[in-house]
């Protein structure tokens, strides 16, 4: 089993920066990709940003140029920088890993973190 830890989000003011992390432990033999999702109330959750172990980057359109992820291998931890925010990221974020082993990858989440953006 896989346990990931995020931390970091909360409050801040439109137009400021948060940070995110995740940590992944547990019986981990590879990591292929880590990345974050988020899910506003009353909408379905979206992709915001993936990673892979490569480091190569995916980013939804509505962030692209104001997130950045990044990945520390090492330490199966996962990263999310978040810049002029706005009232649309407002959410929930939820991280996930993509585990390979034995041919079989399996996909597990956090249990999210609150991010609040007041105008």
């Known amino acids: 089993q896989v346990q990931l830890v995020e931390s970091g989000g909360g409050l801040v003011q439109a137009g400021g920066s948060l940070s995110v992390s995740c940590s992944a432990s547990?019986?981990?033999?590879?990591?292929?990709?880590m990345g974050w999702h988020r899910q506003a109330p009353g909408n379905e959750r979206k992709l915001v940003a993936n990673?892979?172990?490569?480091?190569?980057?995916n980013y939804a359109d509505s962030v692209k140029g104001r997130f950045t992820i990044s990945i520390d291998n090492a330490k199966n931890t996962v990263y999310l920088q978040m810049n002029s925010l706005n009232s649309e990221d407002t959410a929930v974020y939820y991280c996930?890993?993509?585990?390979?082993?034995?041919?079989?990858?399996?996909?597990?989440w956090g249990q999210g973190t609150q991010v609040t953006v007041s105008s």
């Open positions: 990673i892979r172990s490569d480091g190569s980057a």
């Open positions: 547990g019986n981990i033999f590879r990591i292929n990709a």
């Open positions: 996930y890993c993509i585990t390979q082993r034995s041919g079989i990858s399996r996909t597990y």
